[in-house]
């Protein structure tokens, strides 16, 4: 990785070139395996976010992408996925040092998944359709729909999976012919703007993507309430999509809103545990617990209880903390000081009304902003760390002994993101299915999404879908055309 890139004075990117913030405010980018300085970032004002939703209608009013063939549009979409793979120990390394996770787990999963999202879109590029169909109406008619691209597009993307996510929304809004203005998060702007000098060089229209960097009480809330934004693409918190949804009701913009998770995992008696184990684990671990569907609640049979919480707390304490670009480290920090005071909170919380800690539950050593892997058990339904999000590497453990119950508990929350099932009665996990109140099931295997399966949640937990037709179909309007021949 170049120092030369940390060491610019990193600008907004609108209408193809970099400019400066009005007002010239900076934001520190911080290390949080260490807590230094590592760059700075525009802190983009109000007037900042106009210019750059002008800039992006300036280039879907021109019509010079939405109309670029097909072909030649996902052509360029598939330039894009290929330049991320030739960058990508660049960008493998700004993540590690801008968000913290592990140099190893950003080469294997955010990188690729990337360059993947990119290149799988590049596909639908030539497949957007219409319908012909038959209508009751007296003479001789032709009526027939077609799919348009809904216009301006604000993409505002979480800090956890900072590339992978901007690739989540850019690159469906692209093959539909959107243009966007993309607000990365104010802890982790450092991958959205390379990409920007990345699509830039491929080729991308000026103005087709924009970067805003700054904070989301400015940039985010101007860009939801914006007149001139047709559709925001939004991944973070339930509270902050609730606002959203309030801002958007200006123009009512459509939205699709991936949110917050409280995911179950239920192990059934028979399932096979040398296999389980390691992935509910690694559900709840991974990322340092900074993920939307993490299995932050377990529940296991009581036949097989006990030796599974063994299980996770011998992996929990056998992880390596450590920064990111360390190879041996299987577990980084979390994001910032907030964040962790915020995870540890919860935890004394579960601990004052009753928990029972079975391992981890501190801080950690150095200057970083590391957190122990924690797990929790003796809660009761109403509990904070039961109902709510923490977002941090801590599990909450708890037996059953009736699968209805297992059932119902699994349900009883305002969150439907994703559940999992370790069973190896096929038969009954069909069932559980339909019974379990997410939007993605998983049964016997671990996390990760696939751009071909739609993804997203129920309840509380967002509106849309991201990934597969669905998708692509979030940045598109249906027009319907009727003709008297």
């Not at 209508?135 to 348009?148: K, L, N």
């Not at 925001?232 to 913009?253: P, Y």
């Not at 684990?281 to 569907?293: K, P, R």
Request: proline share 5%.
């Amino acid at each position: 990785m170049s120092i030369d890139f940390l060491n610019r004075e990193h600008g907004l990117h609108i209408a193809g070139g970099w400019q400066p913030s009005d007002g010239g405010g900076r934001l520190d980018v911080i290390n949080p395996a260490t807590g230094a300085v590592i760059s700075t970032i525009a802190d983009a004002s109000p007037a900042d976010v106009d210019r750059a939703v002008a800039a992006a209608r300036a280039a879907f009013e021109r019509n010079d992408w939405a109309s670029l063939l097909p072909n030649a549009r996902g052509q360029l979409l598939w330039r894009i996925a290929e330049a991320i793979e030739a960058h990508a120990e660049e960008f493998a390394r700004l993540e590690c040092l801008d968000n913290g996770k592990p140099l190893l787990a950003a080469r294997r999963g955010d990188v690729p998944g990337a360059a993947d999202t990119f290149r799988y879109f590049a596909g639908w590029c030539t497949k957007i359709t219409g319908q012909t169909m038959q209508v009751s109406r007296p003479g001789q008619t032709f009526a027939y729909t077609m799919r348009e691209p809904l216009g301006v597009v604000a993409a505002i993307v979480p800090w956890n999976f900072p590339l992978l996510m901007a690739a989540w929304k850019l690159a469906p809004a692209l093959a539909a012919g959107c243009t966007v203005v993309l607000k990365p998060a104010e802890d982790t702007s450092l991958t959205a703007l390379r990409l920007a000098e990345v699509m830039a060089d491929c080729g991308l229209p000026a103005g087709v993507v924009n970067v805003v960097t700054g904070r989301g009480a400015t940039v985010g809330a101007t860009l939801t309430r914006h007149p001139d934004v047709n559709k925001v693409a939004f991944t973070g918190s339930t509270l902050v999509g609730k606002e959203i949804i309030g801002a958007a009701a200006g123009n009512l913009k459509k939205l699709t809103l991936e949110l917050g998770g409280k995911s179950p995992t239920l192990i059934l008696p028979d399932a096979d545990l040398a296999k389980a184990i390691p992935a509910a684990a690694m559900g709840i671990f991974h990322n340092a617990g900074q993920v939307c569907a993490a299995g932050s609640r377990l529940y296991v049979h009581e036949k097989v209880f006990d030796q599974v919480a063994e299980g996770i707390i011998q992996r929990a304490r056998a992880l390596r903390s450590g920064p990111g670009e360390v190879p041996t480290t299987d577990l980084g920090p979390l994001v910032s000081q907030r964040h962790r005071e915020r995870v540890h909170g919860y935890v004394e919380s579960g601990q004052r009304e009753g928990a029972q800690l079975l391992t981890g539950g501190a801080r950690g050593q150095g200057e970083g902003f590391f957190y122990e892997p924690t797990i929790l058990t003796g809660t009761t339904s109403g509990m904070s760390i039961v109902r709510e999000e923490i977002f941090g590497p801590v599990l909450v453990a708890e037996r059953f002994g009736d699968l209805d119950e297992a059932v119902e508990r699994a349900n009883d929350s305002d969150f439907g993101l994703s559940a999992t099932v370790w069973t190896t009665n096929l038969g009954l996990a069909h069932g559980l299915a339909r019974r379990l109140e997410a939007g993605t099931i998983r049964v016997n295997t671990g996390g990760g999404t696939d751009p071909n399966q739609p993804f997203g949640g129920t309840k509380q937990s967002g509106w849309g879908r991201e990934f597969g037709e669905e998708g692509l179909l979030e940045y598109m309007q249906t027009k319907s055309v009727l003709m008297t021949l």
